[in-house]
């Protein structure tokens, strides 16, 4: 704890340290500020989506899951599917 109170004063009064440690404080700190204000953030999930213009949904083919039936496809994860499709507007990205 009493180095962070040291770099904290050092900061505060920059007297108190050589000006050769002063300058590499400051070039550190600009320099961390930069490199992590360049970095990009990784597309989300919904944006990854998006670009490929496809999703890919797996479950297994049972009469409580999934299943095919003469008008297309019915069960309670191809409904949520569905339903989370609509809900995020998705919708034509689903491929019978």
Known sequence: MQHVNRFIT?????SLLPQKQ????LFLSL???????????APSKL???LNRGEITVVTRNSPTT??????GFAGIEFELVELGLNLN????????
């Open 89 to 96: 507007s998705l919708k034509g990205l689903l491929k019978n």
């Open 66 to 71: 999934y299943y095919e039936r003469a008008d």
């Open 31 to 41: 320099a961390t500020l930069f490199v992590s204000s360049c970095s990009q953030q």
């Open 47 to 49: 944006e990854q989506v």
């Open 10 to 14: 050092a900061l505060i009064k920059p």
């Open 22 to 25: 002063t300058a590499r404080v």
